[in-house]
């Protein structure tokens, strides 16, 4: 079979006729399945039909895509019935005539190029709008935690509880362990199924003779832990001066000049820390010219996060924001919403970690993780006033795409080690805990 090519995180696929073929099927689907509104999704469309500014936007962003970007999404009315009936599915790999592809944001596919619009960029920074959509993210949120989500968890098809219109394919099927297993930085040689199989067993926890390999939910197995040994802190790199990689992720950007409010908005997308800080009172412990490492999680790794360095938790917060944003400059995203991850640190729903380092050339830093699209919860594991090590864990991303920073004062001067990458879109991971700078 044939691999369609991906965007950047591998979230949604590139090509343009394998999404609109998948959007296709979702809308024959809502119109044979003729679900009745969730109350999630209900409360959205009243909220719209209700407020005139909300009506005209929402209809106004579909009105706005060009003609010749073949849309099959035509109106917000058909948006609404997609997502309603997204939120009854689990996300699962889908063979499309010969191609396979994993449509791993798929409200954002819905409303892919309608956000790229004048009205879309206004409409999903309205704060009713991301209000309504934090409940109708949580909603779905709760059905992937329920064992009703385990049935994408097989080796084989999938038995969907609707009709099927996308013939998907298992998380446990010989090409989405291959996809698993294309992601893994440290992977042997080797391509094919079993090496595939064996990679997974020995990467990640699980029971690969009961069923659904003991995943109690399409949750459990998103945010699946990595196998004791398999990712630890080097002994050389316990030295006090070595940061470590916080999440399984790929360098996207590192700034030395970050300042303390910017136009983030504009070309090159600046890094404001007030705005991504959330005004938080330890932000004025920072300044201008601090450093700024930010970092973007793939569709198929490891979603929890780590401490990138000893010391104590000072703080944390968790802070709502938007899902759907993207930076005006960018245009029509054809990335969306990578290419705007800088502009979203300081719009979109984060959580942030202030961490007072055992070091004293780090001092006090802030990670803060930062929800893309469908992630509707970032959750923090760790309490105010705890004492974490290096590589201990503090929190994970439920599903959804995600993108991290580490924030470090004017003062702190890090010789960075990228693995003989150049922060960019097209980077790929460094290992959860490999050494990503040293403090000078």
């Known amino acids: 079979m044939n691999h369609v090519k991906y965007r950047v995180g591998k979230w949604l696929p590139s090509d343009r006729e394998f999404l609109n073929s998948w959007i296709e099927k979702k809308v024959n689907q809502v119109k044979h399945n003729k679900l009745p509104l969730s109350p999630a999704v209900a409360d959205l469309r009243d909220a719209i039909y209700n407020d005139p500014v909300l009506y005209m936007s929402f209809t106004s962003m579909y009105d706005e895509i060009p003609q010749g970007y073949n849309e099959p999404v035509k109106n917000f009315e058909t948006m ?5 009936q997204v939120l009854q599915e689990a996300p699962c790999y889908s063979t499309i005539e010969d191609s396979i592809g994993l449509v791993g944001f798929p409200i954002n596919a819905i409303v892919d190029w309608a956000m790229g619009t ?17 409940v109708i993210l949580g909603e779905w949120k709760t059905f992937l935690e329920t064992p009703a989500s385990q049935y994408v968890l097989v080796e084989g098809s999938v038995k969907q509880p609707q009709p099927d219109y996308t013939n998907p394919i298992g998380w446990f099927s010989p090409d989405a362990l ?25 990467n990640y ?8 390999f003991g995943f109690k939910s399409w949750d ?18 316990q030295d006090p001066s070595v940061i470590v990689n ?6 996207y ?8 409010k910017d136009k983030f908005w504009m070309k090159g997308q600046p890094y404001s820390l007030l705005d991504i800080m959330n005004h938080h009172e330890l932000a004025q412990q920072f300044g201008d010219n601090s450093t700024v490492y930010q970092a973007f999680l793939c569709a198929k790794t490891y ?25 005006p400059i960018e245009g029509y995203d054809p990335s969306g919403p990578n290419d705007s991850q800088g502009y979203i640190t300081e719009l979109a729903a984060r959580a942030l970690i202030f961490i007072q380092s055992d070091n004293e050339k780090i001092g006090l830093m802030c990670f803060a993780a930062i929800g893309m699209a469908e992630v509707s919860s970032c959750e923090i594991t760790v309490q105010e006033g705890q004492r974490i090590k290096k590589g201990d864990p503090i929190g994970t991303f439920h599903f959804g795409g995600s993108t991290h920073c580490l924030i470090f004062r004017p003062e702190v001067h890090i010789n960075f080690d990228f693995h003989g990458q150049t922060p960019c879109l097209n980077t790929y991971n460094i290992p959860l805990k490999a050494r990503i700078g040293v403090v000078g």
């Open 246 to 251: 916080a999440c399984e992720s790929a360098p």
């Open 178 to 202: 291959e996809a698993i297993a294309a992601m893994d930085p440290l992977r042997g040689q080797g391509s094919n199924p079993e090496d595939a199989l064996k990679n997974f067993i020995y």
């Open 303 to 327: 979603h929890r996060w780590n401490s990138p360095v000893d010391g104590r938790v000072v703080a944390i917060q968790n802070v709502p924001g938007t899902y759907y944003a993207e930076a």
């Open 253 to 260: 950007n590192c700034v030395t000049n970050a300042k303390m």
């Open 220 to 237: 459990d197995f998103f945010t699946r832990e990595f196998n004791p040994g398999i990712r630890e802190v080097s002994p050389e790199d």
């Open 118 to 134: 004048q009205a879309g960029y206004l409409t999903f920074l309205h704060p009713v709008v991301n209000q309504k959509l934090s």
């Open 205 to 212: 926890q699980c029971q690969p003779n009961q069923p659904h």
């Open 80 to 84: 609404l019935l997609i997502i309603n």
